[in-house]
């Protein structure tokens, strides 16, 4: 996480130094590629209680290279598959910026983020529960029309993008308050010496052994609840720990922070899931070569905990080539891959669920 100007700076600087460019009869210094620079913000809080809330947000820099006929680049080679590959995301981004446009008035549209690695990345950005600038630059001279106009239709049509931001906070406090005041009205019906109508006795029951069992199945829920709420006070640093501490790599053993960031920079790897949003991307089991076991045995290399989740559940292959499948366990191992239904060996790609 970047904590200072300095580093922030140095960041900036080293994204500036990686960019592609590359002359051509158009541009001496053509952008060759698109520069995407991410900045997440988190802030946390804390309430009279002392619960822990965060806010969290993400930023996202775009610089696009330029769209570009290319009879006026005269580029050959590789020049002319980057200007063939730069050409083809950003019509993919404009199929999206089209579909978004007209699902803001109304109609259903499929918006087709999985047509380019472009517009993967920043489907986040685009549309739901986001704020988009696009700022258009265009040529003033006579010789570049076709391309001036087409700069501004696009970005007319990015105007027409309606989306409606909202803050995404945790429910931490509300949730607690819910269980504080499950638990009073429970423990009121306990010293009430009236049944709850659910649990009316019927002739062949003894009422006072229907009522020991009532009372024990509410105490049973209050120790429930009062345990829930605990966990949901701890900081969000306890919860962390205790997460990582849960959590397995490949190679069977609970990595620390610095060491799993070392490994998410060389190799694919599984983000999780949370309930708690502030959990969520937090804890990453890497894919090491070869095979990967999945499931919730201790004998697996990623250990899963969940309903439903087998002993052996799936296994990921990681090819050599840098090819990753999916392979489930058996007819009951039941995984979903972006909401479709995983029977056979498929193929992993960036930002799949």
């Not at 701890?234 to 490994?263: G, H, I, M, P, V």
């Amino acid at each position: 996480m970047v904590t200072s100007k300095k580093d922030l700076s140095s960041r900036i600087e080293e994204g500036t130094t990686n960019r592609s460019i590359a002359s051509t009869s158009m541009n001496e210094t053509s952008s060759r590629a698109h520069t995407i620079f991410v900045i997440s913000l988190t802030q946390r809080s804390r309430n009279k209680e002392g619960i822990e809330s965060s806010k969290t947000s993400t930023i996202n820099l775009v610089d696009l290279a330029g769209s570009e006929r290319l009879s006026a680049t005269e580029a050959v080679g590789d020049r002319l598959k980057e200007g063939v590959s730069i050409n083809q995301s950003l019509a993919c981004l404009g199929n999206c910026i089209h579909a978004l446009a007209e699902s803001s008035t109304g109609k259903t549209v499929r918006v087709p983020y999985r047509e380019s690695v472009l517009t993967r990345l920043l489907m986040n950005a685009l549309g739901g529960n986001s704020k988009t600038v696009m700022i258009a630059t265009i040529s003033p001279a006579d010789v570049n029309f076709d391309e001036t106009l087409s700069t501004l239709r696009y970005a007319d049509r990015a105007k027409q993008i309606r989306v409606h931001a909202k803050i995404n906070q945790n429910q931490t406090s509300k949730i607690i308050q819910q269980l504080r005041e499950e638990n009073e009205q429970l423990k009121r019906q306990m010293a009430s010496t009236i049944l709850p109508p659910e649990v009316q006795p019927s002739p062949n029951i003894d009422i006072e052994d229907l009522r020991r069992k009532y009372e024990e199945n509410t105490k049973a829920v209050i120790s429930e609840n009062e345990r829930v709420m605990r966990e949901m006070k701890e900081s969000y640093e306890e919860k962390l720990q205790a997460q990582l501490n849960r959590s397995l790599t490949s190679t069977n053993t609970t990595a620390s922070t610095d060491s799993l960031q070392q490994l998410k920079q060389t190799n694919p790897y599984l983000s999780n899931l949370n309930f708690d949003e502030q959990l969520t991307g937090k804890i990453a089991h890497i894919l090491m070569p070869g095979s990967n076991s999945l499931g919730k045995s201790d004998s697996c290399n990623i250990v899963l905990r969940g309903p439903k989740i087998l002993d052996q559940h799936a296994t990921i292959y990681r090819r050599e080539n840098g090819l990753v499948l999916l392979e489930p366990e058996g007819e009951d191992a039941r995984i979903l891959l972006n909401g479709e239904l995983v029977t056979n060996k498929v193929s992993l790609n960036h930002h799949d669920r």
